[in-house]
């Protein structure tokens, strides 16, 4: 970003409160995949922490929003996914966008152990210049019955773990004073808040990053509680708790 010209960048938000309308589902983008992010997202974190030609990784990738904004935006982008039928039903959509200018790779495996450096050394690069790690939570959704996957851990150290896995390994790559953000929410389990955001942003500060943001983002209905609004709101109070309408986007810095 030219800080000279910092009054042209008028699209990029600066506050840390992102109240989003509905999302973008322009070109190949498909919100059918459950527990995906809005391309809003992705699409304001790489305008405002790289630049075109820089290299975006995202280990959870899912459907592949981060890796269609990534190539929309000139960034080059790789992303690793569980699932096999997932990743070539997401590369069948995201081909159709590819752009002669930017490389986008998917590769099926486990982000805790996966070879990250064979992987760039593939893509002819040593590092990434952004990360971003949008996990489950934890079990609110089971994405698969792979063992691997962060949604079937059994405890929430089990997933702590994890996760804490994944940063070690994925983030070994990117490049000092570069960026990484973690896009997570909490559950309700056992008739109280589980934090899973916080205990996240907690566990990347312990690995040594440095934290520099904390964004809320809305969310309305999800799948899961579509033409329920009535019955929700009666749990709500029976139970003696709010509603969950937003997430964390924890933004931090690589600074060794």
């Known amino acids: 970003m030219d800080l000279s010209k910092w009054q042209e960048y008028g699209d990029i938000r600066t506050d840390s409160l992102w109240v989003i309308d509905k999302r973008d ?3 190949v983008h498909n919100g059918a995949y459950h527990g995906n992010f809005i391309p809003q997202i992705p699409h304001q974190l790489l305008l405002r ?16 929003t981060t890796l269609i904004e990534a190539q929309r935006l000139g960034r080059n982008s790789i992303g690793i996914e569980l699932q096999e039928s997932v990743i070539t039903e997401a590369f069948s959509r995201i081909t159709q966008e590819q752009q002669s200018n930017t490389i986008t790779r ?8 996966i070879d990250i450096k064979n992987i760039l050394a593939e893509n002819n690069t040593k590092q990434v210049q952004f990360v971003i790690l949008h996990p489950p939570y934890w079990d609110i959704l089971k994405f698969s019955d792979n063992t691997a996957d962060l949604s079937n851990s059994k405890t929430l150290e089990e997933f702590l773990d994890s996760f804490g896995a ?44 440095k934290h520099k943001a904390t964004i809320v983002k809305n ?3 999800t799948k899961g509680k579509a033409n329920q609004q009535g019955i929700w709101r009666y749990r709500a109070l029976s139970n003696d708790f ?4 937003h997430e964390y986007i924890f933004v931090f810095k690589k600074i060794n």
């Open 25 to 27: 589902n322009s070109g």
């Open 49 to 64: 922490y790289t630049k075109r030609g820089d290299f975006v990784l995202d280990p959870f990738m899912g459907s592949g």
């Open 106 to 113: 998917g590769y099926v495996g486990d982000s805790r152990n």
């Open 166 to 209: 994944v940063v070690d390994n994925i983030c070994s790559s990117l490049e000092r004073n570069c960026y990484c953000a973690v896009v997570i929410g909490d559950k309700y389990a056992n008739s109280e808040i589980v934090s899973l955001g916080f205990y996240c942003m907690e566990l990347m500060r312990k690995q040594g990053y």
């Open 219 to 221: 969310f309305e209905d």
């Open 242 to 245: 709010y509603i969950f309408k």
